[in-house]
């Protein structure tokens, strides 16, 4: 599904237009995105928990050469599925 796609959705069941829907969603992505910045996790309960994590530095390889490279440590986003959306997707 793609974004406008997913608006299009949120349109519908809301019973609002594209337009709000579509700045409902933007709102709801910064907030998450603020949130994960300041700190490091976010819990909707009954959907899930997004949280920050640290990946360390490791060593990988090149799939068409085969040679060593080295892959640096960042941070990135998991999410983990809560049990009502768990259950609802099972």
């Known amino acids: 599904m793609t974004k406008a796609e997913l608006i ?14 579509a700045k409902a969603l933007d709102a709801y992505i ?4 603020k949130e994960l910045k300041k700190a ?5 309960v009954g959907f899930g ?3 920050v994590v ?3 530095a490791r060593e990988g390889r090149n799939p068409q ?14 999410f983990k599925a809560g049990k009502t959306l768990a259950d609802k997707v099972k």
């Open 8 to 21: 299009g959705v949120m349109a519908d069941e809301a019973g609002i237009s594209q337009a709000a829907a």
């Open 30 to 33: 910064t907030a998450v995105t």
């Open 40 to 44: 490091g996790r976010l819990g909707l």
């Open 49 to 51: 928990t997004f949280s």
């Open 54 to 56: 640290k990946r360390k």
């Open 65 to 78: 050469t085969g040679k060593a490279i080295k892959i640096p440590a960042r941070k990135v986003v998991k």
